[in-house]
């Protein structure tokens, strides 16, 4: 079957890992992509062109560049004609894949470039950044005198956080997770323990991918009881989660791509063994502050965009034997695989998840793509599907993936309209939330030493409005961080406040 020259193809992929400790020898992020970007060359078996026509970047936050694009293509000894970046969220890099795919696939670009990481263990350990001899943050020139461009947005932001959660405090996806969890337990109808066997479980099947992955972080096999075994080294965070079942962001990683079309490909003399097209994208986005979702157990814009983008490449779910989803926390995994109907017995990452293999911030995901392509290559007849997520369960990318051409050309859509349309919760604020309520998450943050000290909770009152409800009484947190609360009945002083 012919392909059209235009159809967008992935080419090489690359990822890289820095575990130096010396101030001597530690890359900051640029210099560990450049050598993610090199081995994505040397997988596609070509050299990097002088010229391309773009280089994006997923946005970082261990470092900070004048335009960070820029900034890799000099380290490549390449120019482009466009050096773009993106806001933050972990549904960044199918994002990119999917709005690059497009942009090949309409002629508007022809060889793209997408790379991202993160030196987060390296700032830790150097807490004091004049220490690390790294570019300056606010260069205006290079070192020859050339001034450096400001970067290109490629992608809209999306503001994820309302006035009232600002002052709240509830801003961190290490609070909002877990209350998310709480919400699906209730749901299950398990109890705390036979819950916290079921998510350690889980946590179990992505450690031992994460321990054959060449590229994972954490390599340790652990066990479920180990993974649920409250210890100083595993310390309770925000319940019910354990220190292993957040995201680890202490790592140096990096990951890059190479994108063009299938014109661009056969005249660059890729091998075709090396060709993963991607077949079809969408991205969408639940409501977006988490206030007004409907439900915590659920995520809809989730379901509406993985079915529509298996409509998209004409295929099925039974039709997915390779699938990552994205693992922030257990949360964030089942939801998805409910959303989406996978089993959650099966195998539903490539990499080991983001508490194992590593989450660099917004870049994980560039991680599960470059996976997805090295096992496609061994298995030329399986195809891949990836789910990526940023904010609080809120932005949504999705990407099919496959060694054979689509049949139809790489297709892109987005539910969100539909989505839009969706029943939504109004929020009680101020004093106007007073009177009576029902809990219907919630979580309690420990502290370092693995002490509860601050309740975080929602609430729903009669008319369905929902409250928010914090104390950093650590009586009641310690109330709180034992026992089954989703379903307690409770008063409110006013929004945030519980009544005596």
Not at 416 to 425: W, Y
């Amino acid at each position: 079957m012919a392909v059209d020259p235009r159809t967008p193809v992935l080419i090489g992929q690359g990822q890289a890992i820095d575990r130096s400790t010396a101030v001597a020898d530690v890359k900051h992020p640029v210099a560990l992509m450049a050598d993610a970007l090199h081995a994505a060359a040397a997988d596609a078996c070509i050299e990097l062109p002088d010229d391309v026509d773009s280089i994006r970047v997923v946005r970082l936050l261990s470092w900070k560049y004048p335009n960070v694009a820029h900034a890799l293509a000099s380290a490549l000894g390449i120019t482009a004609r466009e050096y773009a970046t993106t806001p933050h969220g972990g549904n960044m890099p199918q994002t990119l894949v999917n709005l690059s795919a497009r942009q090949i696939l309409s002629g508007e670009q022809d060889f793209v470039i997408l790379a991202g990481g993160e030196c987060t263990r390296t700032r830790s350990l150097f807490k004091d950044a004049n220490t690390l001899p790294w570019p300056a943050p606010d260069a205006a020139r290079t070192t020859d005198g050339t001034p450096i461009p400001a970067p290109t947005h490629v992608v809209d932001d999306l503001a994820l956080l309302n006035e009232e959660e600002i002052r709240l405090g509830i801003v961190l996806p290490v609070q909002v997770y877990p209350m998310f969890e709480s919400a699906i337990r209730a749901t299950s109808g398990r109890n705390i323990e036979q819950h916290d066997r079921h998510i350690a479980g889980l946590w179990s099947r992505f450690n031992a991918v994460a321990v054959d992955n060449a590229f994972a972080w954490s390599r340790e096999p652990m066990s479920a009881d180990r993974i649920r075994e409250v210890s100083s080294d595993n310390r309770m965070i925000g319940t019910p989660y354990r220190k292993v079942m957040n995201s680890n962001n202490q790592v140096n990683m990096t990951a890059s791509l190479i994108m063009c079309s299938v014109e661009r490909a056969t005249s660059l003399g890729v091998p075709r063994d090396r060709w993963v097209f991607p077949l079809a994208g969408t991205d969408c986005h639940e409501h977006q502050f988490i206030s007004n979702r409907w439900s915590f157990a659920e995520t809809p814009a989730v379901a509406r965009g993985g079915a529509l983008a298996m409509e998209l490449a004409d295929c099925d779910i039974d039709d997915l034997s390779l699938v990552d989803l994205y693992s922030c926390f257990p949360s964030a995994v089942q939801l998805g695989a409910a959303s989406l109907g996978f089993d959650i017995e099966r195998t539903l990452t490539l990499t080991g998840g983001l508490s194992f293999a590593g989450g660099p911030w917004n870049n994980y995901v560039m991680h599960s793509i470059a996976t997805a392509m090295v096992r496609l290559r061994e298995s030329s007849s399986e195809k891949a599907f990836i789910w990526a997520n940023g904010g609080y369960a809120t932005k949504h990318a999705f990407g099919v993936y496959a060694m054979t051409p689509p049949n139809s050309g790489f297709r892109h859509g987005s539910p969100q309209a539909e989505i839009d349309a969706l029943p939504r919760r109004e929020l009680a604020v101020g004093d106007d939330a007073a009177g009576p309520a029902i809990v219907e998450a919630f979580t309690v943050m420990h502290d370092r030493d693995g002490e509860p000290e601050r309740l975080i909770a929602a609430a729903l009152r009669k008319d369905e409005r929902r409250a928010w409800i914090v104390s950093d009484d650590r009586s009641v947190a310690r109330e709180f961080a034992t026992g089954e609360h989703v379903g307690d009945a409770v008063t409110l002083r006013r929004s945030g406040e519980l009544a005596d």
